[in-house]
């Protein structure tokens, strides 16, 4: 499938910018043939799907008399067959959905958790209510009638600040609001096995995006600390392989360059439109994914803004 990037800069270009082009994975038409859908075994409890089917990375967590799910993707086809297989597997229903930030590769499937308490923190409640009016919902309903020609926007009807936890007897799932990725970005962990679900806090084994108009990259930096002191040995990213602590100190030492980088710049009277230019900008060695100079763009004119901010 071909990925228009639009010119104008509304939320909703954002969001489907957000969406495709975080992707590493190409779009598939074999790939989303729904027989194929698997999840990878995390531990005992917990299972992720982390082979870009679903664009932004989900998960599930198997409690004694219920299963919690994280994210839902981007097609809902894709989730509802995601959803099946997981109460299959485990012989449990979904009672509970944690949504980990409001991007559309994460949020898009929430139609199939209709039934479930959706659990977010407040300003991705406030986020997704204020962007999904029913004319952009029916836009993208035209714009991908393949995809969303259905699609019916779900908001989360539990909202926390700060954390939240959910526990049985044997697992604890403390959700911990940090934001830097997004206002409103959380992670999930799981104490008793060790497991962090980070949602887009971190991008595993590529380049981040931080250029939501919302992201604050110093909120971030605190994200990736306070994510590594847990020690947790095994972490699911919203994008890229399921990785540990080693990845999230690589992506926390790449986010501190970038910020220092900046405060360089903008100390020594940089603009803002010489930044396109700007040769030296920190960089990882990771293939490029979709559109990257484009986001890339993106996420250095939104450090510019926030560094200037802090630093005026
Ligand atoms: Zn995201």
Redesign the pocket.
């Known amino acids: 499938m071909l990925i228009k990037v639009m010119e104008s800069s509304s939320l909703l270009d954002i969001l489907f910018r957000?969406?495709f082009l975080?992707n590493p994975y190409k779009y598939s038409k074999e790939i989303t043939a729904i027989s194929m859908f698997e999840f990878e075994k995390i531990t005992d409890s917990i299972w992720a799907h982390t082979k870009g089917e679903t664009f932004?990375h989900v998960a599930f967590v198997k409690l004694k008399d219920r299963l919690v799910f994280i994210d839902t993707g981007y097609y809902p086809k894709v989730i509802k067959e995601a959803r099946k297989i997981a109460e299959e597997m485990t012989g449990l229903t979904v009672k509970q959905l944690i949504i980990?930030?409001?991007?559309g590769?994460?949020i898009l499937g929430n139609q199939v958790f209709e039934d479930c308490e959706i659990i977010s923190s407040k300003p991705i409640l406030k986020i997704l209510s204020a962007y999904w009016t029913e004319a952009n919902t029916e836009n993208l309903r035209k714009r991908e009638p393949e995809s969303f020609s259905d699609l019916r926007i779900v908001l989360p009807n539990k909202t926390f600040e700060g954390d939240y936890t959910i526990t049985d007897d044997n697992l604890t799932l403390k959700i911990v609001q940090t934001n830097g990725?997004?206002n409103g970005?959380s992670f999930i962990f799981i104490p008793e096995e060790e497991v962090l679900i980070a949602?887009?806090l971190l991008f595993a084994k590529e380049v981040p995006?931080f250029g939501?108009e919302t992201t604050d990259p110093y909120l971030w930096i605190d994200a990736y600390k306070k994510m590594i002191s847990l020690s947790p040995k095994i972490i699911v990213p919203?994008?890229g392989p399921v990785c540990n602590v080693e990845e999230m100190k690589e992506q926390l030492d790449y986010m501190g360059k970038c910020v220092k980088w900046m405060e360089n710049f903008v100390n020594k009277g940089g603009k803002k439109e010489d930044l396109e230019i700007a040769e030296n900008f920190p960089m990882l060695d990771y293939d490029p994914y979709d559109n990257f100079e484009l986001l890339f763009n993106r996420s250095k004119n939104r450090t510019y803004d926030v560094v200037k901010e802090k630093l005026t």
């Open positions: 957000d969406s975080h932004g980990t930030h409001h991007h590769d994460h990725h997004t970005s949602g887009d995006y939501d919203g994008h």
